[in-house]
């Protein structure tokens, strides 16, 4: 089992950037593919990007290509999503997720069994 904290949201101006993290706690992280998500308010749960076990991996969601970047150190229990030129569209509460299953499915949330609580990304005009 694996339990996932997001961190590194916040407020910012449209073209600007910000990290997220996704600290995963137990020792089997490596073991996990990780995919992030993202809910803005009246809509449903969106695929971002996702990464395989050892990060050799990863496809991301066609408005995020050029933009975001996924990534992970296993040595540190840790997933990251980088953004890049961000846009107002992109406010949402942004998730990350695990799974030991990697591959087409997962683009989908219910390919996933771990959740984090999500952490609040704004971007201004």
């Known amino acids: 089992q694996v339990q996932l904290v997001e961190s590194g949201g916040g407020l910012v101006q449209a073209g600007g950037s910000l990290r997220l993290s996704c600290a995963a706690s137990g020792r089997t992280f490596s073991s996990y593919a990780v995919g992030w998500f993202r809910q803005a308010p009246g809509k449903e749960r969106e695929f971002v990007a996702a990464?395989?076990?050892?990060?050799?991996?990863?496809y991301y969601a066609d408005f995020v290509k050029g933009r975001f970047t996924i990534s992970r150190d296993n040595a540190k229990n840790t997933a990251y999503l980088q953004m890049n030129s961000l846009k107002p569209e992109d406010t949402a509460v942004y998730y990350c997720?695990?799974?030991?299953?990697?591959?087409?499915?997962?683009?989908?949330?219910?390919?996933?069994?771990?959740w984090g609580q999500g952490t609040q990304v704004t971007v201004s005009s």
């Open positions: 990464i395989n076990w050892d990060g050799s991996n990863s």
């Open positions: 997720a695990a799974d030991w299953r990697y591959g087409p499915d997962s683009d989908r949330p219910s390919t996933y069994d771990y």
